[in-house]
Every structure is written in structure tokens, then in C-alpha cells.
């Protein structure tokens, strides 16, 4: 059977162990996992790397324990706004949607704009266009809405209140990607998110720039991250990767280290990112506590981690 690959991630932070109950990490699990098989069963069938990561972001969204589509956090005015992106490494084709309210899956929304607009970026009202045209499926508020992430947004304005920034990652953020090398030996990312509880309305993380968050090009790798969206943005995190293979000569996962843990590790950028290249090597690291992530293969060994060390299931 030819090769392929594909990894998945639901966010990056400080993963509590103590406020992660058994009950919820199997939810945890289950989720990535189903993403990963959505993923998989096209792989496997000779389906695109695009088509992969589209469908398997697509899980993450319709999955409310993430912050993306249905669960994304609130702004600090108590509204979702949302960013997604895609990007095809055949073409660098690439498209993305910022501060997004309506489409069940944004996703789709961003890999619109991609095939049916000659831009790469729509935002707002504009980018919904796009979708209705498409045909989209939309939804209203109450779909959306989860008391975890309205609960979390209180307590963020409150901690704001009394002059303390909320340094909990895992309350402010998250977002889900997906990245593939399919059995042509394409590649393509695709990530979607909420973006960062309380975050100023309008503000727009690096998820849907091509480059930060985002980013695919047969001839090195594809990316998708999570994290401070801000230093992933001012230090162009995925696209960096790519230029240390290009111009360096680096392996995927020295490239991906190096922006990691120094890049973005030494200058408050906490997150991590997913990256594969075109023989379908994976890599999948963070420099935080832990990253909601999982892999799979042609072999069929889905695989699922949430902390570092030996917990894979
Ligand atoms: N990177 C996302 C953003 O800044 C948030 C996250 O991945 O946790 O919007």
C-alpha cells in the first residue's frame, strides 16, 4: 500500500492533569480520534491530502470540547468570532476566513474562498457570502454556545477586572488543525479556531495567515499551529519551518523544534504545531504542558496523546 500520513491537533496550553477528568480525556481522545479517522478513511482510499485535512478539522469543529466552531470561546463582548484556513502544498492555493459567526464549519468556508474566489483572505460579512454561495450549512447562536467557554469568559473579564491577566492557556485558547501527506506525496494543512477568550472583537490570531498559523508547500512540509497566535504571527512560525528545510537544508523536525522551543518557546509564544513532509514524516512538538494531538498512518496505528511522555492510546 502506498504511504501516507496524517496528524491532527485540538490545541496546545497548560492541560491540567488534575482538572482533566478521566471521563473528560476519553472525550478528549474519542474526539481526536474521530477526526483522525475521518481523515484516514479518505487517505486510504486514495483521497486528497486536502479532502484529509478538510474533513478531519471538520470533526474537531462539530466537536464541543474544542474551541472552534461549535465551543469556540467569546469575545470580550460575549460574541464568537472566528478564523480558519487551508492551504493545498500542490499549488500553495490557499484560502481563509477571519472573524467568522454563522457557517457550522468554517473550514469549509476558508476552502471556499480558496476554489471560488481569485483571494486568499475574506472577512466578516464578505466572507459569509462566500459561503451561503457555496451552500454552506449555517446555524444559529445556541449551536454554538457552551457554558464551559461563556463560564470561562466571566472569569477572564473578572480576573481583568482586579488588574490580573488570566495566564491560564487552556481557559484563553485552542484551535484545531490537521495536516497530511496523501499517497501522491501531496501535502496540505487546514486549522480553525475561536481564537483567545476575551480577545478585543476584531482581533484575528495568526490561524488564517498564510504562513503563521497555516502553511503547505510540497516541497518542504505543512504546517498548522496553536498557541499565542501573536508571536506565531510576528515570528511567520509555519512558514519558517519551511524556509529552514528550503534554505538550510534542516530535517522537518529540527526545523519544527528549533521554531518551537526558541522561535517561539524564548519569546512568550507558548503553543506547539503538527507538521508533516512529503516522505510522511510527522512531527508534533509544544512547548507547554501539553497538546491535544494524535497521528495515524497507512499501517492503520491511530494514535492519541494529550501530555508528553508515554500516554499515547
Ligand atoms: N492560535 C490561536 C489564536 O491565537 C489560539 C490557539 O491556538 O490557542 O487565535
Known sequence: MSRFSLAVHGGAGTINKASLTPDLEVRYHDGLRTALQAGHDILQQGGSAMDAVTAAVCAL??????????????????????????????????????????????????????????????????????AREAGLPFEEAPYFFTQARWDALQSTLAMRASGQEDDDPARRHGTVGAVACDTQGNLAAATSTGGMTAKAPGRIGDTPIIGAGTFADNETCAVSGTGHGEVFIRYNAAAEIAARMRHAGESLVDAAHHVVMEDLGKHDGSGGLIAVDAQGHVTMPFNCEGMYRGMVNENGNFETSIHAGPETR
Do not use: K, Y
Open 61 to 130: 469543529e462539530n466537536e464541543p470540547l474544542f474551541n472552534v466552531g461549535r465551543g469556540a470561546v467569546f469575545t470580550s463582548e460575549g460574541v464568537q468570532e472566528m478564523d480558519a484556513a487551508v492551504m493545498d502544498g500542490r499549488t500553495r492555493a490557499a484560502g481563509a476566513v477571519g472573524g467568522i459567526f454563522g457557517p457550522r464549519n468554517p473550514v469549509l468556508n476558508a476552502r471556499a474562498v480558496m476554489e471560488n474566489t481569485e483571494h486568499v483572505m475574506l472577512i466578516g460579512p464578505n466572507a459569509l457570502q462566500i
